[in-house]
Nanobody
Framework: QVQLVESGGGLVQAGGSLRLSCAVS????????MGWYRQAPGKQRELVAR???????IYADSVKGRFTISRDNAKNTMYLQMNALKPEDTAVYYC???????????WGQGTQVTVSS
């Protein structure tokens, strides 16, 4: 059974930092691409960052230079280091990895990040 479990969310003031973690089981983590998505109230879910198995990263323009995605294959864990947080970063953050076209992607349950002004 595939499981993706996010942790590390919380309440932080603007300008602060948080580090999110995604613990993964049930897949060969080292060969899977991974991603972080977020969804704010009333808005569509959007890509925050993704990291392929080889380590190449892609970031949304809104977080580039502030967030860093990484993975530790020995621990089957993906991270999102979030610095210089802004109120507009407030959202539920989800861990994701591809599955198949017919079955869709795997998703975690999400972790809430709230940034106060």
């Amino acid at each position: 059974q595939v499981q993706l479990v996010e942790s590390g969310g919380g309440l932080v003031q603007a300008g602060g930092s948080l580090r999110l973690s995604c613990a993964v089981s049930g897949i060969i983590f080292s060969i899977n691409d991974m991603g972080w998505y977020r969804q704010a109230p009333g808005k569509q879910r959007e890509l925050v960052a993704r990291i392929i198995a080889g380590g190449t990263t892609i970031y949304a323009d809104s977080v580039k230079g502030r967030f860093t995605i990484s993975r530790d294959n020995a621990k089957n864990t993906m991270y999102l280091q979030m610095n210089a947080l802004k109120p507009e970063d407030t959202a539920v953050y989800y861990c994701q990895t591809p599955r198949t076209r017919d079955l869709g992607d795997y998703w975690g349950q999400g972790t809430q990040v709230t940034v106060s002004s």
